[in-house]
């Protein structure tokens, strides 16, 4: 999919998606079974849980060139292990406050839920948080 | 446990400006245990640090170890194959403890405190933690009904409670349980008010800090 044009000619945003299995996982597999399209540049991690998703792998892979990551996961109240979502957000806000610490902004990291169901959904989301990217920028880490 | 906490970024920021090349120490003892400098806290501040390094498009290279514990030389020794690559300057994670045995084990290197040592206390759920002693150095919480009157009054009371207590609450913050109120609950409970009724007289603080800085040598102990 094409990107609106960006402010940085030649940047393309690399995007980091912490997809629960049982649920964003699921949902991004259906909005590629119903030939929904969605930006290329969000590149897929598979976890067993948001649960799982935890700080160091964010800031790694900021450290390694992303320009946004998130976690995607059941919807509240529908986790399969009862609140790994639940603190998937929490971590995701702590980063926000840490990122923002060190002069990032603390949109790149965001936290969003929803069911194995919800392809458009996953589309949808990937393509605003792809767009809000694009409207920030390049990482800090990269500006230079 | 000791319960310490990550001092603000940007003050450790201020001990790695103009530094190239850094050694981040984490501890395995109770600051993993409180979650604020064992090896996962070490590695989302070198993180951090180099995230910011990136922006400010300085070099940075943040070294990471974990040693079992700062609060021993034995442990502390453990750094000196990583002497030899000339940091320039070395953060401990651990309680303050840490960084006070680093400096002196290793003089000509400059040693940062990344934590506040904050109280001795213990976890009251997954996350929170609370003062529950101040090492008064003369334990005397059975008197109180298990409760410490000195760490958790806010005026460290032997005779309370004060007039402030009020709804189960301290004077100081409605956010802390007076303990007085506590003390007299659980005393209550347990039928022992009359015992407990007799005066406490004066502390000998001593065996506190009041007495100077407090050393303890076991003669059996030593080699
Ligand atoms: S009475 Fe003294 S040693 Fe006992 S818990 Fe209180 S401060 Fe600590
Ligand atoms: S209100 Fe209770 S805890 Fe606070 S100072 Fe008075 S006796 Fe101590």
């Known amino acids: 999919m094409t990107m609106e044009a ?76 009862l609140d790994g979502n639940i603190r998937a957000r929490k971590r995701v806000n702590f980063l926000k406050a840490e990122l923002k610490s060190v002069g990032y902004e603390p949109e790149r990291i965001e936290m969003f839920n929803l069911s194995a169901s919800q392809g458009p959904r996953f589309a949808e989301i990937a393509r605003d948080f792809t767009q809000n990217i694009v409207g920030l920028g390049p990482s800090p880490a990269k500006k230079l | 446990m000791i319960i310490a906490e990550r001092k603000p970024i940007d003050e450790i920021k201020t001990f790695v400006k103009g530094k190239e090349k850094i050694l981040l120490v984490a501890c395995r003892g109770c600051v993993t245990v409180c979650n604020a400098g064992g090896t996962k806290e070490a590695g989302i501040l070198a993180s951090l640090l180099r995230l910011d390094a990136a922006k400010e498009g300085v070099p940075l290279k943040v070294d990471e170890l974990t040693l079992e514990r700062q609060c021993d030389p034995e442990y502390i020794f453990e750094l000196s194959p990583s002497m030899g690559e000339k940091y320039d300057a070395i953060l401990s994670m651990a309680c303050s403890i840490g960084p006070q045995f680093i400096a002196s084990a290793y003089p000509n290197e400059k040693v940062y405190p990344v934590l506040n040592t ?54 100081v913050s409605k956010e802390i349980d ?40 076991r003669e059996e102990l030593l080699k």
């Open chain 1, 6 to 81: 960006s402010a940085f000619p030649g940047w393309e945003p690399k995007i980091l998606a912490f997809c629960c299995q049982y649920c964003a996982y699921s949902a991004a597999d259906m909005a590629g079974s119903m030939r929904l399209e969605y930006p290329t540049e969000v590149e897929i991690v598979l976890i067993p849980c948001t649960g799982r998703f935890d700080v160091i792998l964010a800031l790694r892979a900021f450290e390694k060139g992303a320009d946004g990551v998130f976690a995607a996961g059941c919807l509240e109240g529908n986790c399969h292990f």
């Open chain 2, 118 to 171: 904050c109280f001795l206390g213990g976890a009251l759920a997954h996350g929170v933690w609370a003062e529950r002693c101040q090492a008064c150095g003369n334990c005397i919480i059975h008197k109180f009904g298990g409760l410490c009157p000195i760490s958790r009054c806010s005026k460290s009371l032997l005779n309370g409670p004060c007039g402030g207590s009020a709804g189960g609450k301290c004077e």
């Open chain 2, 178 to 217: 007076c303990v007085w109120q506590l003390i007299v609950e659980k005393v209550t409970s347990d039928g022992t008010m009359d015992e407990f009724l007799s005066l406490e007289l004066v502390k000998d603080w001593r065996t506190s800090r009041d007495g100077g800085p407090r050393k303890i040598a």
